[in-house]
C-alpha cells in the first residue's frame, strides 16, 4: 500500500505540472487577454529528478504583469523566454514544442536568434533548419561587432552557419534564469554585459531596458513598466521543491525548497541545505548530503573546491562577482556546431582559439577573453542543458566537464553523491 500512495501522489504531481506546462504555453488568448493569470507560490513544476516550484515574496505569482507583456514590435515579452516550469529560463524541450504547435512563427522564432538570419525561414522545414541551435542545444544568437577600444583582434572565424566573421562575433548562449536575485551576484547576463558597477538592481534595470530594445525590438519603455519588470523578478526564489528519491527536500531538518531559500540572506559561505541528512538512515537523503560535503571540500585533484568559485552561500553565485575561465569556450570543448575564434594578443601576439570571447568582449582585455558569470545553482534539474553555451546536456556532463578540463577527480560513488546533490538544489 504505500508504494501504492507514493505512486499515485507522483502521478498527481505529475498532471499537475504537465497541465501548467500546456496552459503557461498557451497563455495568452486571441484577444491577448492572460488565459492563466496567476500561480500560487510554490505550485510544482515537473523535471527529471523530481518537481521544482518558486515562492514569490509578492505573495504569489502574478502573470498578468508588465514582464509578461510584449512591450516591442515582435510579440515577445519576458516571458516569452523566461518561464516558470524551467526555473523562469526555457529549454530545448519546449522550444521544440513551441516549434511543433505553432510550425516556427511563435514569437520566441524570431530572425535575431536563427542560426544565419540571412537564411531561408520562409517553410516550416526551412524554419526547422534555420532555427536548429534553439531546437536542439536551447541557444539563443548574441554578439556583434568587436568592441573597439581592444587589446585583441579576431584574426580567424571558423562558422559552421556562415554568418560569424572577424568584425561580428556570434555568442551562442542559453537563457539564464530570471530568479534568486536577492542571493545573486552584481554580475547581469552571462559575461556581465548589463552590469552597473556592483549595483544589482541598476544592472537589471539595464537588461530590462535593453531588453525591450533589442531581443522585443520595442521603443524604449517607460521607467514604471521597467520597474514593474525588475520588481518581478527579484520576487522569486526558485528551487527543487521535491525529489523523486528522497521526498521533500525540506523534510528531516533539512532547508531545501524555494520558501527556505526565499528567507535566507546574502553571504558567503558553504552551502549547508543538508547538514541534517548527514547520517540519514534513507540512502537517497544521506547521498545528497555527501554530495554536499564533496561540493565544499577540497578535491585532492587540484586542491580547488565547487564552493570556491560558487562562494554565495545555498545559492551557487559568486560572492565577489567575479566572473571565471572554466574552458567551456575552449576549442577542446568545441561541439561542431559552434563557430571557432582565433584570437591573437595585439602586444604579444599571442593566440587563442574560443567558441565565445565571454567578458573579454566587454572589458576588451586579453585576461578577460572565455570569462563567464557563475550562475545560480539551485532549480539545476529544471534547466538543463548547461554552461553558457549549453555544451553539457545533464548534470552528469557538468561533472566530467569540471574532470576532464579542471583536474576535478572523484570515484563512482562520490560522482553518484554529487549528482545527488546537485539534483536536489
Known amino acids: ?36 493569470k496567476a500561480l500560487p507560490n510554490n505550485f510544482p513544476q515537473i523535471n527529471p529528478n523530481g518537481l521544482s516550484a518558486t515562492f514569490s515574496t ?56 536563427a542560426d544565419n538570419p540571412n537564411g531561408d525561414l520562409s517553410t516550416v522545414e526551412a524554419r526547422r533548419a534555420g532555427y536548429s541551435m534553439m531546437l536542439a542545444r536551447g541557444v539563443f544568437r548574441r554578439g556583434g561587432a568587436p568592441r ?7 584574426v580567424g ?53 535593453r531588453n525591450v530594445t533589442g531581443a522585443q525590438q520595442g521603443q524604449p519603455a517607460p521607467p514604471d513598466v521597467i520597474n514593474n519588470i525588475v520588481s518581478f523578478e527579484t520576487s522569486l526564489s526558485t528551487a527543487q521543491l521535491l525529489s523523486f528519491s528522497a521526498g521533500l527536500l525540506n523534510a528531516g531538518g533539512a532547508r531545501g525548497g524555494p520558501q527556505e531559500l526565499s528567507q535566507m540572506t546574502a553571504t558567503a559561505g558553504r552551502f549547508d541545505l543538508f547538514d541534517a541528512w548527514i547520517d540519514s538512515p534513507v540512502a537517497s537523503r544521506a547521498s545528497i548530503a555527501r554530495g554536499q560535503e564533496l561540493f565544499n571540500s577540497p578535491n585532492p585533484g587540484n586542491g580547488r573546491s565547487c564552493n570556491g568559485c560558487h562562494s554565495s552561500a545555498n545559492n551557487g553565485t559568486n560572492f565577489e562577482n567575479l566572473l571565471f575561465d572554466i574552458h567551456t569556450a575552449a576549442a577542446e570543448a568545441r561541439t561542431p556546431d559552434l563557430p571557432l575564434y582565433t584570437i591573437r594578443n595585439r602586444v604579444t601576439a599571442e593566440e587563442r582559439q574560443l567558441t565565445d570571447t565571454g567578458l573579454g568582449n566587454v572589458t576588451g582585455l586579453w585576461n578577460d577573453l572565455g570569462k563567464f558569470k557563475v550562475p545560480t545553482l539551485r532549480a539545476l534539474s529544471a534547466r538543463a542543458p548547461y554552461f553558457h553555451n549549453g555544451i553539457a546536456a545533464g548534470l552528469l556532463d557538468v561533472v566530467h566537464h569540471y574532470e576532464q578540463r579542471l583536474n576535478f577527480v572523484f570515484t563512482d560513488q562520490q560522482r553518484q553523491d554529487l549528482l545527488a546533490f546537485l539534483g536536489a538544489l
Open 157 to 209: 572565424v571558423d562558422d559552421p552557419h556562415g554568418f560569424a566573421a572577424p568584425d561580428r562575433i556570434v555568442q551562442w548562449r542559453r537563457v539564464m534564469p530570471a530568479i534568486n536575485f536577492h542571493l545573486g551576484s552584481a554580475t547581469v547576463a552571462w559575461d556581465g554585459g548589463n552590469t552597473v558597477g556592483v549595483d544589482q538592481l541598476a544592472g537589471l534595470v539595464n537588461q530590462a531596458t
Open 1 to 36: 500500500m504505500r508504494f501504492s500512495r507514493r505512486r499515485r501522489g507522483a502521478a498527481l504531481a505529475v498532471a499537475a505540472a504537465l497541465g501548467t506546462v500546456v496552459a503557461i504555453a498557451q497563455e495568452r488568448s486571441s484577444d491577448n487577454r492572460a488565459l492563466v
Open 58 to 113: 509578492q505573495g504569489f505569482l502574478d502573470l498578468t504583469g508588465e514582464y509578461f507583456q510584449a512591450q516591442g514590435s515582435n510579440g515577445r515579452s519576458c516571458a516569452t523566454c523566461h518561464i516558470p516550469q524551467n526555473a523562469w529560463s526555457v529549454t530545448p524541450g519546449v522550444l521544440r514544442l513551441l516549434f511543433d504547435q505553432t510550425g516556427g512563427t511563435h514569437p520566441i522564432f524570431n530572425p535575431l536568434d
Open 148 to 154: 573597439a577600444e581592444r587589446e585583441w583582434d579576431v
